[in-house]
C-alpha cells in the first residue's frame, strides 16, 4: 500500500487548511438585512443597520444599532463595537438613504462598497427615504423584519403595480449606460406607522436630481418597461372606468436627426375592472379606450418635458439615440441635443374584457 | 501460501491411507460394521459416517438387497444396489472426499483393492421460504436455500434449456466448498466466463462458509465500498439476469447467488421494477435515486451552509433555523455526527437483536431518543428531521450492499463539510466520481450506462422502458446474440375501429 501514507498527507494538510477559511456559523452572526444612510456632518456618514433577533415560536424582534464614520466599512466596524456576534453583510436585502444625504453628499461611494462585497447580492432593493434612513428603520412594520418587509414592498409592486423593475444590478446599469439616468424607488414611513412608497427619484451624478410621485409612476413605466400592471381610471361623458392594465409594450423608433425626432408606440391591453356609468357597450367601450390613450399621452408628453427641463434622461433616449446614430455626440447629449429633441407619443390602447356581466 | 494440508500429498498412498483410518477412527460418529451374506457367506463391511448418512436409505435400500441379493465379487454390487450414484474404484482421494460429504464405502473381505461406494447423503435443507433481503409484493416469493442442489433445481426450472450450463468447482482447502458458475452458452460473453472460472479457481483460502467470501475475493478493486458482483436471493432474478448474459455464481450452503459483471444503476435497480408498469417502475427508480443523493448529501449540505455559506438560505427559512440552533451548545457538526451516530448505533443494534427486540429498539431509538435530545437542547430539531430523513432514504435501496455503502460515503462528507464547506463536498464528490470512473466489474466499466455513455443501455438504468423498446440485451455484457427480439417483427396493435 503506497497510496495509504499520500492519502493520509493529504488528509493532514486537508485538516490543516481548514483553519484557513473563514467560518461564520448562522447562530452566531448578526444578520444584517437592512442598512440605512444618514446624512450627519458633511464629513461623517451615519449607518443604522437593523437585524431580526429570531426567537423560538414567535416573530423575530428587530433591533438597530447605529455608527457614525467616514466610510461604509468603517462604520459597520464602529457598529460592530456595539454587537455581540461579528456584523456580516450576506443577508443584506435592503439599502435606504436617507434624502438629506441622497441630496447633499450622494450616494456612489456608498453603493460601491456593495458592488464590490461579493457576499452581497446584485439583486438586493436599494431606496430613498422621504426623512431620515434611522428614523425608517427603527420602526416595527408588520411580522417580518424591517430589512425583509421593505424588500416585500418594493418586490410586490415591481411585480403586480406599477413601479419599473429596479434593483441594484439595474441601477449600476443604468449608471453606466451612457445615456440613461439611474432612479430609485422613494419611500417614507407614514404617521400610523406604516411603510409607503410615494414615488421614484432620479440620480444624476450620486445626487438626486428629480421625483416624481407615485401617480405618474405608471406612466413612467410605461416608458421605461416592458411589462406593466397597473390600474388607472378613466373619466369619458359615460361615466368614470378604471382600467386594469394586463399586457404593455413600447418601441422607439427614430424619425429624424438633426433636430432629433423620436416616435415612441406605446401598446397598452387592458381589462375595465369597474364602470359607474350606465351601461357599457362596444361605443362607450372605444371612448374609454380614446379618453386613456389620450390620458396617456398627456401624461408622458408632460414627463418627458420634465425630464428635459431638469436635465435627466430615465428613459434612454440617449441611449436608443447611440445605437441608432453612428458617431453620436454624446458628450453634449445631455446639455443641448437631449433640449432639441421632440418625442411622438403615439398610445394604442385596447381593451380585451369588460368582465363577467353582460 | 504453504501447502499445509495432507490430503494434497499425493504419495505414500498406503501411509496416508493408514492415517485416513487413525483419524477417522478417532471420530466418536465413524462407523464400520461387517455383515455376512447368508446366500454366499460372503463378508463385507459398510464403513460410514454416522451423522451424515441418512440411516433411511441405509436400512430400507441398501442393506435389504445387499443381505438377500447373490453376489460374490464387488464389481456384481452395482448391479444389486437401487440406488442412483453408486461406484466402483480404487482412487482412494476420491474415496475420502465421498465417505466425508455422507457416502457409504463397502469392502469385501478378501478384496483389499477395490471399494464399493454409494451415496447415502442425509440432507438437511431448511425449506423455500419467502425472501426477506429482497422482498416484493407482486412475482414470485421463493428464495434461495442453503442446498446447492435446491438452488439449482429452483432456477432450473424457470430456464428449461439445454445451453444452461453448470459448471462445478470445489474451493477452500479444508471446506471444500462445492461453487457452481452458471450461464446460458450462446449468449454469455465467454470471457466474462473464463474470468470467473480463473478467478474462482485461484482461490486459496481454507474455508468459503459463504458466497459474500468468493464476492470480496474475486472482485475487481477488493478494496472499495461499492459492490463489484450483485448478489441476490431470488431465483428469478438470477434466471432473468442468465437470460440478458450475465454470469451467476451459486455456492453450497449459502442462499445467495452472485450475478457478475453488474454496474452501479443495477445496484439501485428491484426486481419488481420488472414487474410492474413501466412508467410506475420508472418513477420509483427516480424516486430511489433522489432517495440516495438526499441520503448522501442532506446532513453534509446543513452542516455546510449553517457553518459557512449563511447567505444560501432563503430569508423565510432563515427564522427557522436560528431559531432551532439558537439553544444549542455545539457547533454544527458536532450536533451531526451525535444525530447520526445515534442512527448508526439504532441501526447496528435492530440489526443485531432478534426481529421482535429489534423493532422495539427502533421505536425506542427513533422517538425517545429524538424527542429526548431535541428537548434537552443538545440538537436542533430542524437537524433532526433531516438525519432522520436521510436514515429512512438509504433504506429505499433494494440492494443490502449497496446501502451499506452509502451509510459509510456519508461520514467522509460530512466531515469535508465541516472543513471547507460546500468545497469541501464537492472535492469529496470528485474522489468519489473519480473512484467510480476507475472501477470496473469483471472489468466492465462500472458506471457504464453514464459512463461510458451507452444511449440503448440508458433505457433499463435510471429509467425503465417498456419490453417492446427493450429489444437488445445490454451492450456492456458483450453477449454473442445481441438481440432479444427483432423490433422490425413487432405486430402493431389493432386499433378500436379497424
Known amino acids: 500500500m503506497v497510496r495509504l501514507p499520500k492519502i493520509l498527507t493529504l488528509f493532514m494538510f486537508s485538516a490543516a487548511l481548514s483553519g484557513c477559511v473563514e467560518k461564520s456559523i448562522l447562530d452566531d452572526i448578526v444578520l444584517v438585512n437592512g442598512l440605512g444612510f444618514d446624512y450627519c456632518d458633511g464629513v461623517n456618514i451615519q449607518a443604522t443597520v437593523v437585524y431580526p433577533d429570531y426567537l423560538p415560536d414567535q416573530p423575530p424582534k428587530d433591533k438597530t444599532f447605529t455608527g457614525r464614520a467616514r466610510m461604509k466599512k468603517t462604520v459597520l466596524q464602529d457598529i460592530s463595537r456595539q454587537t455581540t456576534d461579528p456584523v456580516v453583510t450576506g443577508s443584506i436585502n435592503t439599502v435606504v438613504f436617507g434624502r438629506e444625504l441622497a441630496e447633499k453628499q450622494g450616494i456612489l461611494d456608498l453603493v460601491d462598497s456593495f458592488h464590490r462585497d461579493p457576499r452581497v447580492g446584485s439583486t438586493i432593493f436599494l431606496g430613498v427615504i422621504d426623512g431620515t434612513a434611522k428614523e425608517f428603520l427603527k420602526g416595527k412594520y408588520g411580522i417580518r423584519s424591517t430589512g425583509e418587509h421593505v424588500a416585500k414592498i418594493i418586490e410586490h409592486n415591481i411585480k403586480h403595480e406599477d413601479l419599473p423593475r429596479t434593483n441594484m444590478q439595474r441601477f449600476f446599469s443604468d449608471y453606466y449606460q451612457t445615456g440613461k439616468t439611474p432612479f430609485m424607488p422613494l419611500l417614507r414611513k407614514t404617521e400610523a406607522g406604516n411603510v409607503e412608497l410615494t414615488g421614484i427619484s432620479f440620480f444624476k451624478y450620486g445626487k438626486i436630481a428629480d421625483s416624481i410621485p407615485a401617480e405618474k409612476m405608471f406612466f413612467f413605466k410605461l416608458l421605461s418597461d416592458k411589462y406593466s400592471e397597473g390600474l388607472h381610471s378613466v373619466k369619458t361623458k359615460e361615466g368614470e372606468a378604471s382600467v386594469r392594465d394586463i399586457r404593455s409594450s413600447h418601441n422607439f423608433s427614430l424619425l429624424q436627426q438633426n433636430p432629433l425626432k423620436i416616435r415612441v408606440k406605446i401598446k397598452v391591453n387592458g381589462i375595465i375592472d369597474e364602470f359607474n356609468g350606465e351601461e357599457l357597450n362596444p361605443s362607450t367601450v372605444k371612448s374609454v379606450e380614446k379618453e386613456f390613450e389620450k390620458i396617456i399621452y398627456e401624461e408622458c408628453m408632460e414627463l418627458i418635458s420634465r425630464f428635459q427641463e431638469k436635465e435627466i434622461d430615465p428613459i434612454g433616449f440617449g441611449q436608443f439615440a447611440k445605437t441608432q446614430i453612428r458617431n453620436f455626440d454624446m458628450e453634449n447629449w445631455l446639455s443641448t441635443l437631449y433640449k432639441d429633441l421632440s418625442v411622438d407619443i403615439k398610445p394604442k390602447v385596447t381593451i380585451t374584457e369588460t368582465g363577467v356581466i353582460e | ?498
Open chain 2, 1 to 498: 501460501m504453504k501447502k499445509l494440508f495432507w490430503r494434497r500429498k499425493k504419495k505414500n498412498n498406503d501411509n496416508r491411507d493408514k492415517r485416513l483410518e487413525d483419524l477417522l477412527q478417532k471420530s466418536k460418529d465413524f462407523r464400520s460394521v461387517s455383515y455376512k451374506n447368508p446366500k454366499t457367506q460372503i463378508s463385507f463391511t459398510l464403513s460410514f459416517i454416522e451423522t451424515l448418512v441418512d440411516e433411511k436409505i441405509l436400512h430400507e435400500s441398501a442393506l435389504p438387497k445387499l443381505l438377500e441379493e447373490k453376489f460374490h465379487r464387488i464389481e456384481e454390487v452395482k448391479d444389486i444396489l437401487p440406488l442412483s450414484e453408486v461406484e466402483i474404484t480404487n482412487d482412494k482421494d476420491q474415496i475420502e472426499q465421498k465417505l466425508l460429504n455422507g457416502s457409504v464405502l463397502l469392502t469385501i473381505d478378501g478384496d483389499k483393492e477395490t471399494y464399493c461406494i454409494f451415496s447415502a447423503q442425509k440432507e438437511i435443507v431448511r425449506n423455500v421460504t419467502l425472501p426477506e433481503v429482497e422482498f416484493s409484493v407482486l412475482g414470485p416469493k421463493e428464495a434461495f436455500v442453503e442446498s446447492l442442489k435446491h438452488n439449482l433445481n429452483l432456477i432450473r426450472r424457470r430456464l428449461p434449456m439445454k445451453e444452461l450450463i453448470t459448471e462445478k468447482l470445489t474451493v477452500g482447502n479444508l471446506s471444500q466448498t462445492c461453487v457452481a458458475i452458471l450461464y446460458i452458452e450462446g449468449i454469455v460473453d465467454m470471457e466474462n466466463v473464463n474470468t470467473v472460472r480463473q478467478r474462482i479457481k485461484e482461490i486459496e483460502f481454507d474455508e468459503i462458509s459463504d458466497n459474500s467470501y468468493i464476492l470480496q475475493m474475486i472482485s475487481d478493486n477488493s478494496h472499495s465500498l461499492f459492490p463489484q458482483l450483485l448478489d441476490s436471493e431470488r431465483p428469478d432474478r438470477v434466471a432473468a439476469t442468465l437470460t440478458e448474459g450475465k454470469v451467476a455464481i451459486l455456492v453450497d450452503g449459502s442462499p445467495h447467488a452472485l450475478i457478475a459483471p453488474t454496474t452501479l444503476v443495477e445496484c439501485f435497480s428491484s426486481f419488481e421494477d420488472y414487474l410492474l408498469n413501466w412508467t410506475m417502475a420508472s418513477f420509483i427508480r427516480l424516486i430511489r435515486l433522489f432517495a440516495i443523493s438526499f441520503s448522501v448529501l442532506a446532513t453534509p449540505l446543513y452542516v455546510a451552509t449553517i457553518s459557512y455559506h449563511y447567505e444560501l438560505i432563503p430569508e423565510d427559512l432563515l427564522g427557522t433555523l436560528v431559531a432551532s440552533r439558537g439553544a444549542i451548545p455545539f457547533p454544527p457538526i458536532l450536533e451531526a455526527l451525535f444525530l447520526e451516530l445515534t442512527i448508526e448505533l439504532l441501526r447496528e443494534a435492530g440489526a443485531r437483536l432478534p426481529t421482535k427486540v429489534g423493532q422495539t429498539i427502533g421505536i425506542v431509538g427513533g422517538i425517545v431518543i429524538g424527542t429526548a435530545s431535541v428537548e434537552a437542547g443538545l440538537t436542533s430539531n430542524v437537524l433532526l428531521i433531516i438525519i432522520a430523513l436521510a436514515a429512512l432514504a438509504s433504506f429505499t435501496t433494494p440492494v443490502y450492499r449497496i446501502g451499506n455503502t452509502i451509510r459509510l460515503i456519508r461520514f467522509p462528507i460530512l466531515i469535508f463539510a465541516e472543513l471547507w464547506g460546500l468545497l469541501g463536498i464537492f472535492i469529496c464528490l470528485c474522489f468519489l466520481m473519480a473512484h467510480l470512473l476507475r472501477l470496473t466489474s469483471l472489468g466492465r466499466p462500472y458506471l457504464e450506462p453514464l459512463y461510458p455513455p451507452r444511449q440503448y443501455d440508458l433505457r433499463d438504468s435510471i429509467l425503465r422502458l417498456p419490453f417492446t423498446a427493450l429489444y437488445r440485451r445490454p451492450q456492456y455484457l458483450r453477449p454473442k446474440r445481441p438481440m432479444r427480439f427483432n423490433e422490425r417483427d413487432l405486430k402493431k396493435k389493432k386499433d378500436i375501429d379497424e
